[in-house]
């Protein structure tokens, strides 16, 4: 299982920005697909956005395309998620988790969210937009 720590939530006006982070750590591989989910009281969690860490395509979803953008790095031989958000709106309030779904070559949203039950995940870290 991959170890998942999230930062860098908090509350901002709407039309301001945050920047999410995330430091993997326990897995046996060295890539592996990763990305941001997202959920409101009552509601399903939702991929927001999804990239292969070292080389990938990044995939959104429709909601955040434009306004997110997902990258990673690597730090101290650590796979790190960041998710850096613009033009925020009270619709992006939600409580922000990192994942991470290992043995797939193909990383999307779609793929994340059909293979949901496989994901580690982070703590969560609350964004509010008002």
């Known amino acids: 299982h991959v170890q998942l720590v999230e930062s860098g939530g908090g509350s901002v006006q709407a039309g301001g920005s945050l920047r999410l982070s995330c430091t993997a750590s326990g897995s046996e591989y060295s890539n592996y697909c990763m990305g941001w989910f997202r959920q409101t009281p009552g509601k399903e969690r939702e991929a927001v956005a999804a990239l292969y860490s070292g080389d990938g395509r990044p995939s959104y979803a429709d909601s955040v395309k434009g306004r997110f953008t997902i990258s990673s790095d690597k730090v101290n031989m650590k796979n790190e998620l960041y998710l850096q958000m613009d033009s925020l709106n009270p619709n992006d309030t939600a409580m922000y988790y990192c994942?991470?779904?290992?043995?797939?070559?193909?990383?999307?949203?779609?793929?994340?969210?059909?293979?949901?039950?496989?994901?580690?995940w982070g703590q969560g870290t609350q964004v509010t937009v008002s």
């Open positions: 994942a991470a779904l290992t043995g797939w070559a193909i990383c999307t949203t779609q793929t994340m969210s059909r293979q949901f039950k496989y994901i580690d």
